[in-house]
């Protein structure tokens, strides 16, 4: 059984590492939409927060660049995904190698 479930981690980690290689361009935060003057909705604008280097920083963003912040937000919570899943199935592979040589 622990063969099997190695060669499955094996696989899987293959597959992290193809998708990886597919993810575009990065960019962590939070995109939200602002209101010059909230109490009357008006003035909508976009506000992109985020902490790089232990520093949090916030930026505007023209209307224009709005989907490509969305999708490069997205890539970026895909990667912490994929990376939090290769380093789960890393420690589980590490514990079988182990398990097998006691053996």
């Known amino acids: ?25 990065l960019r962590p935060g939070t995109l939200t939409q602002q209101y010059k003057h909230p109490d009357r909705q008006e003035g909508p604008y976009h506000q992109l927060s985020y902490t790089h280097q232990m520093k949090s920083r916030t930026e505007y963003v023209r209307t224009d660049a709005v989907p ?7 890539n970026y919570e895909k990667l912490r995904e994929l990376v939090k899943e290769w380093i789960e199935l890393g420690i589980e592979a590490s514990k079988l190698k182990t398990e097998q040589a006691k053996k």
Do not use: N, P, S, V
């Open 1 to 25: 059984m622990t063969e099997a479930r190695e060669q499955q981690i094996q696989r899987r980690l293959a597959a992290i590492k193809r998708h990886l290689q597919k993810i575009g361009d």
């Open 68 to 74: 490509r912040i969305k999708k490069e937000i997205d």
